[in-house]
């Protein structure tokens, strides 16, 4: 039987869909996280408390708060002039661009974006991540990733935010995010001038027991990681050149033993290393009349023609050279998220001298990044497919009106079904690309993989 082309179009119109796979009992306590997080009396009251806002008028802290979030969160922002504009169209004022900068100038403005986006990152945060069970990493919770971004200024802000290169760009701010690798975010935010050190704001030592800490190199010296062998935590950093170890033994990367190389200093045997090969040394430091013992894992680049090198005492046997070396690339995952911030969250300077202005939209920029996570990874557990956080950044202003909306209104059945709607859409555009090649390649493949399942529902992640 031949089917006409026009009939054969009606049959496959009227083919039915699967069933969504949400569940709405966990899509109802993820729901109860919005007006929490952006209630009214809280906001207000939280501008209250730092004094940002006495008396409340138009430009209240709840309409300040929730505007700032979501312009941040769903279109480029380039003057402080697009968030006037934004505010007007979402809460139909007419207030005058000078009463909306001067609210926004105030000295506790900071203190108030600050502590919304603080309580965005706290309240907002899902685990996203999960290891195989008996895989390698699978007897850590959390697995903490320390990282650094700076970026420059208005010239005016010299005195307040000096920066390190100040023939060029006199002015710069660092961002010091420490992120869980499992949650896939950020857990603390630290800003500060560009010239302040990255180990003033490292994770206390006593935090990290049973945990790992990915660093930079320079992020930690050795007396810090002595702190951190003592209170019961993993290192895995890149080694930078310092004080140089001892070299107690060595070990080629297919397994035969450099006999040549033990029991002298580094500096000593730097030249004779392989380079074909990579190579696991075991050296050690005399710190305050007892020796620090790490692994250094050396491996050489022909592009660089220089050694890159990790420091670990993750135990051999379960996490051998290959697996240290896999592991390493998780950093990058800080590295991403500081690019969407500032890709899709505005994360920019913006032409104000005005520190607390800029203090202010920074916090703005990072409460609006918390919420595009916390999109991404509801919709991956609710919806159980793998989720792209930064596809997700990408469409959120497709489905954030709506939410806004509701979030206005006070209206929860209104954001439930805005919610619904935004997690259909997201789990359809914004899914990530190449699993496989992730498992391949990518950041799954050490047994990394996305959750989809919870033992307790949706529960929000501890902080770390």
């Not at 926004?104 to 069970?133: N, Y």
């Not at 208005?154 to 701010?173: M, Q, T």
Request: glycine share 6%.
């Amino acid at each position: 039987m031949v089917i006409h082309p026009k009939l054969l179009l009606g049959v496959w119109l009227w083919i039915p869909r699967k069933e969504s796979p949400m569940d709405h009992g966990q899509l109802r306590m993820v729901a109860d996280k919005f007006p929490w997080v952006f209630a009214e009396p809280l906001l207000n009251a939280c501008g209250k408390d730092v004094k940002f806002c006495r008396r409340q008028r138009v430009i209240t802290p709840f309409r300040l708060g929730v505007a700032l979030t979501a312009i941040c969160a769903s279109q480029r922002v380039e003057t402080i002039a697009d968030f006037h504009w934004g505010f007007h169209a979402l809460f139909g004022t007419t207030v005058t661009y000078k009463a909306f900068y001067n609210q926004v100038a105030k000295p506790h403005f900071a203190d108030f974006a600050r502590t919304m986006a603080a309580r965005l990152i706290s309240d907002m945060t899902l685990q996203g991540l999960g290891f195989e069970t008996g895989g390698a990493f699978g007897e850590f919770r959390h697995i903490v990733i320390q990282d650094g971004s700076a970026f420059a200024m208005h010239d005016g802000l010299r005195e307040v935010f000096p920066g390190r290169f100040k023939a060029v760009k006199p002015a710069a701010v660092e961002l010091h995010p420490t992120m869980d690798l499992l949650c896939d975010a950020p857990t603390t935010v630290v800003l500060t001038p560009d010239t302040a050190s990255e180990q003033t704001f490292l994770p206390e030592p006593a935090s990290l027991r049973a945990r790992v800490l990915l660093a930079d190199r320079g992020s930690l010296d050795v007396h810090s990681m002595r702190r951190l062998q003592d209170e019961g935590g993993f290192l895995l950093i890149r080694a930078k050149a310092g004080r140089p170890p001892h070299v107690v033994e060595a070990f080629r990367e297919d397994g035969k033993r450099l006999r040549s190389l033990r029991n002298k200093p580094l500096k000593a045997i730097h030249a004779t290393l392989p380079k074909r090969q990579r190579v696991e040394l075991g050296v050690q430091w005399q710190i305050d009349g007892h020796p620090l013992c790490l692994r250094l894992i050396l491996s050489w680049n022909p592009r660089t023609k220089s050694f890159c090198s990790f420091l670990t005492h993750l135990p051999p046997k379960r996490y051998p050279l290959e697996v240290i070396c896999r592991a390493d690339k998780w950093r990058w995952q800080g590295e991403l998220l500081l690019k969407e911030w500032k890709s899709y969250a505005n994360l920019h300077a913006f032409d104000t001298a005005h520190p607390a202005l800029v203090e202010g939209l920074i916090g703005a920029a990072i409460a609006a990044a918390a919420l595009q996570r916390f999109l991404a990874h509801m919709t991956q557990l609710l919806m159980e497919v793998p989720m792209s956080t930064r596809k997700v950044a990408m469409c959120a202003l497709h489905v954030l009106g709506d939410l806004v909306e509701a979030l206005k209104r006070g209206d929860v059945v209104g954001l439930y079904t805005a919610l619904e709607a935004a997690i259909t859409y997201l789990a359809c555009h914004a899914q990530r690309a190449h699993p496989e090649r992730d498992r391949q390649r990518g950041r799954s493949q050490l047994g990394l993989e996305p959750c989809f399942e919870n033992d307790d529902a949706i529960e929000f992640a501890e902080a770390a």
